[in-house]
């Protein structure tokens, strides 16, 4: 890379930084090799820094055809996506990542369970790398953008920042995390739990299945991985790995596009729960068992996500959130009385303790529901129970400052939605920058997110990253 944009390089490990920076022009070897070679003395960094940002420039045609051609690859038609873990449609949009991050000259790898990885070297690449990236499996009929912005986004601002000429002191780093959402298996963040080096999950893996009772290991290496020895603990990463990690993402909220600012700088990620509750009744005839003999597991599920919305509501507070978002009944037959029902409910807050406190309630109304109706309580699983994660002040700074010099406006804000950035702030620093999506809609078809805003996202991460690799 050197060697494409000599006069440039010193230059802008200049414009990119403070007098400690500067200081690199005189010392760093390579910048007098570059003098020499190209004949010519360095421009002076004060000029250059006055036409250094604007000169940042993303490819916007060729970043929306990405995010357009990986939306194509997709289980049901568009505008919607679905793109489960390790079928088809996820492979093949896996290489196509792959690809990419080739063309860009990374160096890609692949652990175990296919987080995957493409780095820039830095010219001190013995120091702990700079990380971004984000995950591009979608849950059923989902958009294009969730998650996708990140990791397309991030092979972009890698571009932006190589054809500005620009050399990374700390290695730069892609990742793009195996299956951040739940859908299959029913793990949600499941790469970046791996790496954070989450023991309990690594052993579960073992024996996890699918709706359809097919293994996580089965279908991990109908995908290419999960090798020889089942061993997952070799996903896990050291703290201390990366000097920090940053996301670019969609903000899945409204507040951005209503309040017509380009850049949210996430300053804390909400804590997310997940249970699994299963009812079992009798089951029966629906004509001929009579209403007062019936135990209805249906009925009970009914009662039960009633309960949730109030156990939210009554937290009191905006910030605490409850969803049924799945309740099936067996055996599915209009003439027939439940005889099992299954609920998976999740539940979120930026306060833990309230959190728990909702989850503690559920638990108690299924309980109660349960008694009232004389059914079983088969399940009662709190799948997962996260602490919220706070942002890393340098790298608040850092995407602040980056706005700043970008000239974009920005403001801080929370986010209630989780992402692998919850998991990897447990081995790394961490910090998320949002863009603005049409009425802040995610999950479902209508997700979008205008060219413009997302290349400013993208320069705001091309700068951060810059930044902290000079670090
Ligand atoms: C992530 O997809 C979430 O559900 O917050
Ligand atoms: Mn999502
Ligand atoms: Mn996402």
Redesign the pocket.
């Known amino acids: 890379m050197a060697l494409r944009f000599p006069p440039l390089l010193p230059l802008i490990v200049l414009c990119f930084c403070s007098s400690v920076i500067v200081a690199h022009k005189y010392d760093d070897p390579t910048a007098k090799t570059m003098e020499d070679f190209s004949g010519y003395p360095i421009q002076e960094p004060h000029s250059f820094i006055q036409n250094s940002f604007s000169s940042l420039s993303v490819e916007m045609e060729s970043l929306q055809k990405q995010i357009d051609e990986l939306a194509s690859f997709s289980d049901t038609p568009a505008p919607s996506v679905t793109r489960i873990l390790y079928t088809e449609k996820d492979v093949l949009a896996r290489r196509y990542i792959k690809n990419l991050m080739g063309l860009s000259g990374l160096s890609v790898r692949e652990d175990a369970v296919g987080n995957i990885f493409g780095r820039w070297d830095g010219y001190e690449p013995e120091l702990s790398a700079v990380a971004t990236g984000s995950h591009i499996d979608a849950?059923p009929y989902s958009g294009k953008y969730?998650?996708v912005v990140g990791v397309l986004g991030a092979i972009e601002a890698i571009n932006v920042l190589m054809r500005f000429g620009f050399k990374p002191r700390r290695s730069l780093e892609i990742i793009l995390f195996t299956s951040?959402?739940?859908t299959r298996f029913g793990i949600?963040c499941l790469g970046s739990r791996l790496l954070a080096g989450i023991e309990v999950l690594a052993k579960a893996l073992k024996t996890t299945v699918d709706a359809k009772n097919g293994s996580f290991l089965d279908a991990a290496r109908s995908a290419g991985y999960v090798k020889d020895d089942n061993d997952l603990s070799s996903v896990f990463i050291k703290k201390g790995s990366y000097s920090a990690f940053v996301e670019l993402h969609i903000e899945?909220g409204p507040i951005l596009e209503e309040e017509g600012i380009s850049i949210g700088i996430v300053t804390a990620i909400a804590a997310?729960a997940s249970i699994k509750v299963e009812f079992e009744g009798n089951g029966g005839h629906a004509g001929a068992v009579l209403m007062p003999n019936r135990n209805d597991a249906g009925l009970a599920a009914a009662e039960l996500a009633l309960a949730v919305e109030k156990h939210v509501l009554e937290s009191g507070s905006v910030d605490t959130v409850g969803t049924v978002g799945i309740l099936e009944l067996h055996p599915g037959a209009i003439n027939s009385i439940p005889s099992k029902s299954h609920l998976e409910i999740?539940t979120?807050d930026i306060d833990e303790d309230r959190r728990n406190t909702v989850i503690e309630n559920i638990r108690q109304s299924a309980i109660r529901i349960a008694k009232g109706r004389g059914v079983r309580l088969f399940e009662f699983n709190v799948i997962n129970q996260d602490p919220p994660a706070l942002a890393e002040k340098a790298i608040i700074k850092a995407v602040e400052a980056a706005s700043k010099e970008l000239n974009l406006t920005h403001k801080f804000m929370i986010s209630?939605?989780?992402?692998d950035s919850l998991f990897m702030a447990r081995v790394s620093p961490m910090g998320m920058i949002f863009i603005p999506c049409y009425k802040g809609y995610?999950?479902k078809p209508e997700e979008y997110a205008s060219i413009e805003d997302i290349a400013n996202g993208v320069k705001v991460l091309a700068v951060t990253l810059a930044k902290l690799s000079l670090t």
Do not use: K, L, T
């Open positions: 849950i969730d998650g951040e959402e739940p949600s899945q997310p999740d979120r209630r939605a989780y992402h995610s999950h």
